[in-house]
Nanobody
Framework: QVQLVESGGGLAQPGGSLRLTCSDS????????TAWYRQAPGKERELVAR???????DYVESVKGRFTISRDYSKKTVDLQMNSLKSEDTGVYYC????????????????WGKGTLVTVSS
């Protein structure tokens, strides 16, 4: 069984920074397209940033220039550095991994973490 775990959420002031980390129990992240999603209160979950196995990166328009997604191959994690935070960045942030590289017994599977809460408020 694979478990994704998000960490690093918390309270930040507008203009501040937080760094989120996605880790997993079976080292699948180096084999996965990985993304960060968020869900604000009363809104649908939206894609924030994505990094593929090939290193292609996408961001939702609202975070471009402020957020950076990256892989830490030594720690086998995917991080989301969030700078210049705004109140509208508030929400629960989820990590998603789609295992796209073989050989892996988890090939083709998709996994979600339980989320970490980010609150941006003064």
């Amino acid at each position: 069984q694979v478990q994704l775990v998000e960490s690093g959420g918390g309270l930040a002031q507008p203009g501040g920074s937080l760094r989120l980390t996605c880790s997993d129990s079976r080292s699948i992240l180096p084999l996965s397209d990985t993304a960060w999603y968020r869900q604000a209160p009363g809104k649908e979950r939206e894609l924030v940033a994505r990094i593929t196995l090939n290193g292609d990166i996408d961001y939702v328009e609202s975070v471009k220039g402020r957020f950076t997604i990256s892989r830490d191959y030594s720690k086998k994690t995917v991080d989301l550095q969030m700078n210049s935070l705004k109140s509208e960045d508030t929400g629960v942030y989820y990590c998603h991994a789609g295992v796209r590289a073989s050989p892996s017994v988890f090939y083709g599977q998709d996994y979600w973490g339980k989320g970490t809460l980010v609150t941006v408020s003064s």
